[in-house]
């Protein structure tokens, strides 16, 4: 018996050759989808590898291979109903032109749909990309770490992992440490007494800040000319019960500034200490009046 008497043959009243061709046109869709997506990341991965692009950074590629392979996905499965007896007009509406349902059907709400579209604008708008330092709202803060179609995760200072909708996150106030200089200002901010010597005071401020060895010159080349001091300290508030200072130092990242405060706060504390600097606080005094009962 050769293949085409095989192919012929019928079980149940259904020639061999129906299921047979059936198998191979939905094996042949696997397989072309399949290597249509290897393709796509492989292509994205390549352009990850020219730093000299400016349109496929990290973040849009990483965001456009997602939309490419799902849209491959889409393809291949409306090409799959179409070889299905009785499903073909599904088959043929999702590729004729019914990509909007298919996409709504993927993406199962409004607000899923609505957390695309924000990724869209967070893509191409740059507000942030994948490695940046932001702060959202004053409340989260941490590293990108990866921006997919419905949602950005961050990686917080604890090593948490945030996982945040991207509408949530188009309508945050962002502040973004890396979108220019990396270089960053710690605020050192200490209390004292009215009746400190406020030169003393701000001189000791100033030689704990210039001992810190994350400290960096960000004076410009004219400030140097001047002589200018690599530290700034000022009076910023005479408060209720102190007289707030302020140091302005310079790191070369959050990470050390953040690291540096604590440091400074910590030495500057110790050295009003040993000179007698009193950093007050403050305090109620509680009166109880004895009624006198008659």
Same mark, same amino acid.
């Given at each position: 018996?050769? %293949?085409?008497?095989?192919?012929?043959?019928?079980?149940?009243? !259904?020639?061999?050759?129906?299921?047979?061709?059936?198998?191979?046109?939905?094996?042949?869709?696997?397989?072309?989808?399949? @290597?249509?997506?290897?393709? !796509?990341?492989?292509?994205?991965?390549?352009?990850?590898?020219?730093?000299?692009?400016?349109?496929?950074?990290?973040?849009?590629?990483?965001?456009?291979?997602?939309?490419?392979?799902?849209?491959?996905?889409?393809? +291949?499965?409306?090409?799959?109903?179409?070889?299905?007896?009785?499903? *073909?007009?599904? +088959?043929?509406?999702?590729?004729?032109?019914?990509?909007?349902?298919?996409?709504?059907?993927?993406?199962?709400?409004?607000? &899923?749909?609505?957390?695309?579209?924000?990724?869209?604008?967070?893509?191409? +708008?740059?507000?942030?990309? %994948?490695?940046? !330092? %932001?702060?959202?709202?004053?409340?989260?803060? +941490?590293?990108? &770490?990866?921006?997919?179609?419905?949602?950005?995760?961050?990686?917080?200072?604890?090593?948490?992992?945030?996982?945040?909708?991207?509408?949530?996150?188009?309508?945050?106030?962002?502040?973004?440490?890396?979108?220019?200089? *990396?270089?960053?200002?710690?605020?050192?901010?200490?209390?004292?007494?009215?009746?400190?010597?406020?030169?003393?005071?701000?001189? %000791?401020?100033?030689? *704990?800040?210039?001992?810190?060895?994350?400290?960096?010159?960000?004076?410009?080349?004219?400030?140097?000319?001047?002589?200018?001091?690599?530290?700034?300290?000022?009076?910023?508030?005479? @408060?209720?019960? &102190?007289?707030?200072?302020? &140091?302005?130092?310079?790191?070369?990242?959050? @990470?050390?500034?953040?690291?540096?405060?604590?440091?400074?706060?910590?030495?500057?504390?110790?050295?009003?200490?040993?000179?007698?600097?009193?950093?007050?606080?403050?305090?109620?005094?509680?009166?109880?009046?004895?009624?006198?009962?008659?």
């Amino acid at each position: 018996m050769d %293949i085409q008497e095989f192919l012929n043959l019928t079980i149940f009243g !259904i020639a061999i050759k129906q299921p047979v061709t059936f198998l191979v046109k939905a094996l042949l869709i696997y397989l072309v989808t399949q @290597g249509a997506v290897s393709l !796509i990341k492989f292509l994205f991965r390549r352009s990850q590898r020219k730093h000299n692009s400016t349109f496929l950074d990290k973040t849009t590629a990483s965001f456009l291979q997602r939309i490419s392979v799902y849209a491959l996905y889409i393809i +291949g499965g409306a090409i799959f109903l179409s070889l299905i007896p009785g499903m *073909e007009k599904v +088959g043929n509406s999702i590729l004729a032109g019914a990509g909007i349902m298919a996409m709504a059907v993927g993406f199962a709400s409004q607000e &899923a749909l609505s957390n695309f579209i924000s990724g869209l604008f967070i893509v191409f +708008g740059k507000p942030f990309r %994948i490695g940046d !330092i %932001i702060k959202l709202d004053d409340i989260v803060t +941490g590293t990108v &770490a990866e921006i997919t179609l419905r949602h950005t995760v961050i990686k917080s200072l604890e090593n948490r992992t945030i996982i945040i909708p991207n509408s949530k996150i188009n309508s945050s106030t962002i502040i973004n440490s890396t979108l220019s200089a *990396e270089d960053i200002c710690s605020f050192i901010e200490v209390g004292v007494s009215y009746d400190t010597d406020l030169d003393k005071a701000m001189g %000791i401020m100033r030689e *704990e800040v210039m001992k810190h060895p994350s400290l960096k010159d960000h004076r410009s080349d004219e400030e140097k000319k001047k002589n200018a001091p690599v530290v700034t300290v000022r009076v910023i508030n005479l @408060g209720d019960s &102190a007289i707030t200072l302020r &140091a302005w130092a310079w790191a070369n990242n959050s @990470g050390e500034a953040f690291a540096m405060k604590c440091d400074l706060l910590k030495s500057v504390k110790e050295r009003f200490d040993r000179e007698n600097i009193e950093i007050p606080f403050p305090y109620s005094n509680l009166i109880i009046k004895n009624q006198v009962k008659g």
